[in-house]
């Protein structure tokens, strides 16, 4: 099974609506997670990084008001899209590392696609 | 900064047929690691390979092979006899590994190339 799990899968929500996406890390301590968000036809593109007890890092050009990350735990991160507009609807996806230094295994979540109306 | 270029946007065969997707990537660091993903219609992506930048040897994996040619910074997936099942969209991506590991995991993507097997 996946170990690393995103919740839900997807979701609608009206414009101007808050949308909280879980990405969770089930067999394993997972330090660093990262948010990804892939557009209908395109390629993933990071948005940030989460790190655990800290803030995120986000990539240029996201807004980091607008798409909040919180990594609480070693095994729960976080995504909160805010006031959802049309624009923001695509596919987002979490990942995460088992250890440091290129020894460990990346995993992927399945990924929560966001449809704003 | 680092970059994949995936230059074949759709490619369309017949089963049977043998398919390569090319990769190309550019980086500055001495280590970094290539991916190859899958991404069928559902959007889950699937992990078929992670090659580090010092191990140059090809590798097979069933009707998988992948070429990596560092002296071209190339990485290379062929399907041998494709099958409808193989029709995905695949990416190729691109870690760099920092001082303190934390970087790994860090992917940059190519734009990906849409195959399509037809029966």
């Known amino acids: 099974g996946a170990v690393v799990s995103q919740h839900p899968s997807w979701v609608i929500c009206k414009s101007g609506t808050s949308v909280k996406i879980e990405c969770r890390s089930l067999d394993f301590q997972a330090t660093t997670m990262f948010w990804y968000r892939q557009f209908p036809k395109q390629s993933l593109m990071l948005m940030a990084t989460s790190n655990e007890g800290s803030k995120a890092t986000y990539e240029q050009g996201v807004e980091k008001d607008k798409f909040l990350i919180n990594h609480a735990s070693l095994t729960l991160s976080t995504l909160t899209v805010t006031s959802a507009h049309p624009e923001d609807s695509s596919f987002y996806i979490c990942s995460a590392a088992t250890g440091g230094m290129g020894t460990g295994e990346l995993f992927f979540g399945e990924g929560s696609r966001l449809t704003v109306l | 900064a680092q970059k994949v270029t995936q230059a074949q946007t759709e490619i369309s065969v017949v089963e049977k047929e043998d398919v390569t997707l090319d990769c190309v990537y550019e980086?500055?660091?001495?280590?970094?690691?290539l991916f190859w993903y899958k991404q069928p219609p559902s959007g889950e992506l699937v992990f078929l390979i992670r090659r580090n930048s010092f191990d140059e040897q090809n590798e097979i994996s069933g009707r998988y092979s992948w070429n990596f040619q560092k002296s071209t910074s190339s990485f290379n997936f062929t399907i041998t006899a494709s099958q409808v099942v193989d029709s995905a969209v695949y990416f190729c991506a691109l870690s760099e590994e920092r001082a303190g590991g934390t970087s790994y995991g860090k992917l940059t993507f190519g734009q990906g190339t849409i195959l399509t097997v037809h029966p």
């Open positions: 980086t500055r660091d001495t280590t970094y690691y």
